[in-house]
């Protein structure tokens, strides 16, 4: 069973799945709180069954942030951060962000160090330049998140644990993870939970890319979302 986090979540979704959304309620009519059901009732689902259902889940909002502002691009590129006291990030604050909009926008971890000052690592395998300092408090890794550290057709892959210890994080806290790792979130977030390695992050921003399951063969696909729900 997964620990629960004193953490604020953002999720994002594919914009390709955004119009097969349909409301599930398994409490009551009236209330606004998606309940998950058993895995028996998961595993009973058809496919799109359980897709509807992921994706009703991961788009209703179930803690509030009474204060959010838009570091980096209005377009995509820039992601919501939560401000409320208990979130908003403060010196000394560390950030990680995983993954970047054509490879070549870093608004977002640029936006983080202007408007809080925090030290920001960047990540992205697929980015064909040597580790290097970018900016004043930021720094580039061509390394990947991933559920296993690994070589990966893609580059170098390292479970966030892994990169903690590395960077000499593991005893800070972490103030926010963005995650827009094109799939590859299926595989980083279980191990993650598994992990306990979000136990001391503050906010988690993240998009997911589930057309990818669709590429699968139905029973995979429908494992990973129940694995993941």
Known sequence: MYEMYNMYIKIHISPIQEQKQKKYHYDDETSDIIIIPSADVLKAMTLMEIHNFYHSYVNSRQTLCRREVRIGQMKDGGWEVCEDAQYRPERPCLVYSFGYEFLTDFSFDDG?????????HSFDPTIEKP??????????????LGGVSREHKRGPMMTLGDLRETLNHTNREID???IDIEGMEWSSIPE?????ALAD???????FHSHRLHMEE??????????FL
């Open 192 to 196: 993650m939970l598994s992990g306990n």
């Open 201 to 207: 992050v503050r906010q988690l921003i993240i998009e």
């Open 176 to 178: 926010i993870i963005k």
């Open 218 to 227: 139905d029973k995979k696909a429908k494992d990973n979302y129940i694995k």
């Open 131 to 144: 580790a290097h300092r970018r900016g004043n408090n930021v720094w580039f890794h061509p390394i990947g």
């Open 112 to 120: 983080i160090e202007k408007r809080y000052g925090c030290e920001v």
